[in-house]
C-alpha cells in the first residue's frame, strides 16, 4: 500500500497486538502517515514491562518506514483518573499515567494523549482541574521530554474537558508548557456543542481555542464523524462522512494550515472478522480505515471541493463500511474496541 505524503498527518489509532512494533505495519498497511497505539493494555493497571527486542524493533521500524515521532500520538489508559479527589485512587492513576510516560519514552515518542479526568461528583471542576495540573507538574519532573496532551470530552456526567476554557484552567496550572498540549477530537466537540459543520463554524471554534487555551497548544486532532447531534453530549463516534458531521466538516479542517503537519488520528468504527478471533481486527476493518485515509488525503490542502465530489467520495466510505459491516461486527476506533461509555466513572 502506498503512504501519502500530504503535508497533513492522517492515520487510524492501530493495533499493537504481538508487540507495540507491529503497529507500524499496520499503520503503513492503510497508507497512513501519522498513527495512534496503546503503549500497554488500556484495561488495566499494571502490564508486562515492554520487551527490549520490541522497542528495538519498534525503533528500526520507524526508521524504515519513514515514521516521525511528532506523527504518533499514543493513547493512555481508559483507567486514569487524575481529577479523583480520593488521593489514594488518584494516586493509583498517577502511577499508571507516568508508567505510560516512561514508556513513550522507552520507544523514543514525543507525545502522549489521555483523557483529563472526572470529579466523580464530589470535588468542584476547579478543584479537580488543580489535582489533574497538579499531577502533570509531578509526572513533568519523574520524566525528561514527552509532551502531555489533553482530550477535549463530550461533556457528560462529571468528566472534566468538555470545554476549552476547562482545558485552558489545567494548562494555566502547569510549570513547564512546553510539554502540555491538547488534542481536539471533532465528535466530543461536536457533542459538547461546538458547531464545526461549516467553515464559518470552524473558524469561530479555534478563535474561541486560540482565547481559551492557545493554538500554540495543539499538538494533535481525532478526526470522528458523530452519530450524536450537536450538543448531545454523547460520545459515539462514527465513520468519517457518515455521522451528523459530514465530509464537508472534515474537508475544512483538513485544509486549513493550523492543522498541517498534527498528527490526525482516526477513531472510527471498525469492522472485525466474525469468529473466535473477532478481538483482532481483520481485513475488512483495514479497508474501512484504507479508504478513509484515502478520502482525507484527497481533502488536504485543497479548498474548494464541489457538492459533487463530496457525495462521491461519501458514497465511496459507504460502500466499503456497507461490505465491511455484511462480514463482521461493528467495533468502535483505538484498536477495534467497543464502545465506552463516557459517563462511566472511572476510579
Not at 88 to 113: A, H, I, M, P, W
Not at 166 to 187: S, W
Not at 255 to 273: F, H, I, S
Amino acid at each position: 500500500m502506498t503512504r501519502f505524503s500530504s503535508n497533513w498527518k492522517v492515520g487510524p489509532h492501530v493495533s499493537a497486538a504481538g508487540g507495540v512494533e507491529n503497529t507500524i505495519v499496520n499503520a503503513a498497511s492503510v497508507g497512513a502517515n501519522a498513527f495512534a497505539l496503546f503503549v500497554k493494555s488500556q484495561r488495566k493497571w499494571s502490564s508486562p514491562a515492554l520487551k527490549e527486542s520490541s522497542v528495538i524493533a519498534f525503533k528500526a521500524r520507524m526508521k524504515t518506514f519513514g515514521y516521525s515521532a511528532s506523527h504518533i500520538l499514543p493513547h493512555g489508559s481508559y483507567l486514569i483518573n487524575l481529577g479523583n479527589p480520593d488521593g489514594t485512587k488518584r494516586e493509583q492513576s498517577y502511577e499508571c499515567f507516568v508508567d505510560d510516560l516512561k514508556r513513550c519514552e522507552q520507544l523514543g515518542l514525543q507525545l502522549y494523549n489521555f483523557h483529563p479526568g472526572s470529579t466523580v461528583g464530589v470535588a468542584t471542576k476547579e478543584e479537580s482541574l488543580s489535582l489533574i495540573a497538579d499531577c502533570i507538574n509531578r509526572a513533568h519532573k519523574e520524566t525528561e521530554s514527552v509532551v502531555v496532551v489533553l482530550e477535549n470530552m463530550a461533556g457528560s456526567g462529571n468528566v472534566i474537558g468538555s470545554t476549552f476554557a476547562e482545558l485552558g484552567g489545567i494548562i494555566a496550572q502547569i510549570d513547564n508548557k512546553a510539554r502540555v498540549g491538547v488534542c481536539l477530537d471533532t465528535c466530543h466537540m461536536f457533542a459538547a456543542g461546538y458547531d464545526i459543520r461549516t467553515k464559518e463554524g470552524w473558524n469561530e471554534t479555534m478563535t474561541e481555542f486560540e482565547r481559551d487555551v492557545g493554538i500554540q497548544y495543539l499538538r494533535g486532532m481525532h478526526l470522528n464523524d458523530s452519530k450524536g447531534t450537536l450538543g448531545s453530549k454523547k460520545d459515539r463516534h462514527q465513520n468519517i462522512g457518515l455521522g451528523e458531521l459530514g465530509l464537508a466538516a472534515f474537508a475544512h479542517i483538513v485544509a486549513d494550515p493550523r492543522t498541517r503537519g498534527l498528527p490526525l488520528v482516526l477513531e472510527t468504527p471498525a469492522y472485525d472478522e466474525p469468529g473466535p478471533s473477532a478481538a483482532r481486527l481483520g481485513k475488512q476493518g483495514m479497508d474501512v480505515w484504507r479508504k478513509e485515509v484515502e478520502v482525507l488525503n484527497r481533502l488536504a490542502g485543497e479548498e474548494g471541493v464541489g457538492v459533487e465530489r463530496m457525495e462521491e467520495w461519501t458514497g465511496e466510505i459507504r460502500e466499503v463500511v456497507g461490505r465491511a459491516s455484511e462480514r463482521g461486527a461493528r467495533c468502535e476506533g483505538e484498536e477495534g474496541r467497543w464502545a465506552r461509555e463516557e459517563t462511566e466513572e472511572r476510579p
